[in-house]
């Protein structure tokens, strides 16, 4: 299996990435030096295995959904690139 | 005085025989005189550092250092930790200029435990690389060899120890990016079990691998820094509580009798020759400490390199989705559409092997790739983890060389992706399966030093430590100074 670079194009546009043709290119040689080198996988048989999505034996543990204030409301609408009162502005989407 | 390690230090401090002004005074002094060549750090907090620097030496005069093992102590954070009202940039220029709005829980720790913090130090943007040269803010050098790399991704906060710029650092590591720059720059690195120290607050990259870790000059040390950032923390989902352990403890106990193995698929092809050599010599001298060293074959190692590139990419694709340039990091100004935004500030902003790592992972998650990649790599962990079960059910830890070679030279990998992925080899296993992994020098191979890897089960630090610590004592190896 192996990726042409419209199947690059197409994940980039998933990975909401502008790439130029010269960047896609290069990706698309690379991902499938290593998706190649990921080949190797296909010849071990999993079917019986179940698959470890964490390391940790008590799987994730849930805490009661509190609401709480977070202190420094003005601080993160600094870091905003375009701010108007408490929102974010963003350009037009219709 | 900078020379010393944190534990000498602390013990100067304690008996009065130097103050914490001093000391954080000798370590800016460093800094001064080898940054312009080591370029570890990428913030220095000179003002703030000395406030603190005096505000604990009130304390240590007064004696009032309960609760508060490293008060006045110097110590630096890898650019990928959040401190309140600190730049945090991953190295990246998608975030230059983020200021943290809260603090992370390790770090929270430390300065509870009255540490000076002295900066932040640079990585590989996102903490995607091994050997620093990703960050796109800076070149940071090997303090043994300036033509060579500090490895990474936590390259900053090894050089910085390894020059003596602070006497100990935090760092993270998801496949890698502890043990490995410690092993290139000559001093000791230890990844925690997964759960066992909060992730609150790292800037996530690979979230079922990342964990942070110190980076020290002794095993003794990093000891110290275990037991201030070990514990339970509920903003973390994946924190684990157990009752707290003093991971100093057993430092000092022989490891007669104790049962060691070697990994046969780390110790042949693709290890170089010279860290092969620098290795056996290290095994000959745990020998004779009454060791009893075999070799054990764990088969489905040949196959985590690219489970691991599966898994990290694929969680990294989703958690920098939020880096998009509508609440923080560099928004492109010129598109017109809200898609164009997001699409343009994140070409303009992440560097290339951010980008490609986000190309794989999303292409592994996406439909119709998904069980040939993600979940076929996910069941590879699953056999990862029965292979080390297996080993461990015979032997107290497994050994290998953190890297299959020492610090390489500049551009030596650059343009080959998959040959600086490979340079990750021995250290992937051990983030896959969740365990407890320290690299200790043992050694020189071209005057540049090689580390020895040990894994031992989860949450068996103390025994980790215990085993490194007689490496450590037995190796004969010596710091350099600059």
Partial sequence: MSISSEDARHVAGLARLELTDKELRAYTEQLNQILNYARELEKLHTDNIEPTYSSLNTGTLLREDKVCNFTDQAGLLENGPEVAGSSFVVPRIL | ?482
């Fill in chain 2, 1 to 482: 005085m900078h020379k010393l390690s944190l534990k000498e230090a602390r013990r100067k401090l304690w008996r009065g025989e130097t103050t914490s002004e001093l000391l954080t005074e000798n370590v800016f002094q460093q800094i001064q005189a080898h940054e312009p060549v080591v370029q570890a750090y990428l913030s220095i907090y000179r003002e703030q550092a000395l406030a603190q620097a005096k505000a604990a030496d009130e304390r240590l005069k007064k004696g009032d250092t309960d609760g508060a093992p490293l008060l006045g102590l110097p110590l630096a954070l890898k650019d990928n930790l959040n401190l309140a009202g600190t730049e945090t940039t991953c190295a990246s220029k998608i975030l230059k200029g983020y200021i943290s709005r809260y603090t992370a829980t390790a770090v929270q720790k430390l300065l509870d435990a009255g540490a000076v913090i002295t900066g932040k130090l640079n990585l590989d943007e996102f903490a995607m690389g091994s050997s620093t040269e990703n960050s796109a803010l800076q070149k940071t050098t090997n303090p043994w060899d300036k033509e060579r790399v500090p490895g990474g991704s936590s390259g900053g906060a090894a050089a910085a120890v390894a020059a003596d710029e602070c006497f100990g650092s935090l760092g993270s590591d998801t496949g890698g990016s502890i043990r490995q720059p410690a092993a290139f720059c000559g001093i000791v690195g230890l990844k925690p079990t997964y759960g066992l120290v909060s992730r609150y607050g790292l800037v996530a990259f690979g979230s079922s691998l990342d964990q942070i870790g110190p980076l020290t000059k002794t095993v003794e040390d990093a000891a110290l820094l275990l037991n201030v950032i070990a514990g339970y923390d509920e903003k973390d989902s994946t924190s684990v509580n157990r009752p707290p352990e003093d991971y100093t403890a057993d430092l000092n106990s022989d490891i007669a009798g104790k049962r060691l193995a070697v990994i046969k698929e780390l110790s042949g092809e693709g290890i170089d020759a010279g860290v092969r050599q620098a290795i056996e010599k290290m095994l000959d001298k745990l020998r004779e400490q009454g060791a009893v060293i075999e070799t054990v074959a764990l088969p489905s190692f040949k196959y985590a390199l690219a489970a691991y590139y599966l898994v990290a990419t694929s969680e990294a694709s989703a958690n920098l989705a939020r880096f998009d340039g509508v609440r923080f990091g560099h928004r492109n100004k010129s598109a017109r559409g809200t898609l164009e935004m997001f699409k343009r500030s994140r070409a303009e902003g992440f560097g290339p092997e951010v980008k490609r790592r986000i190309m794989l992972g999303t292409y592994a998650l996406s439909a119709g790739y998904y069980d040939a990649y993600y979940l076929k790599a996910q069941k590879v962990r699953t056999l990862i983890r029965q292979d080390y079960a297996r080993a461990f059910a015979k032997y107290d830890a497994v050994l290998s060389p953190t890297s299959p070679s020492v610090a390489f030279k500049f551009g030596a990998k650059v343009n080959d992706p998959l040959s600086m992925y490979l340079s990750d080899i021995a250290t992937i296993p051990v983030n896959l399966a969740g365990l407890p992994g320290i690299s200790v020098p043992c050694g020189l191979e071209n005057k540049l030093p090689v580390g020895l890897q040990i894994a031992t089960p989860e949450f068996t630090e103390r025994k980790l430590l215990q085993i490194a610590a007689a490496a450590e004592r037995s190796s004969g190896f010596e710091r350099m100074h600059l």
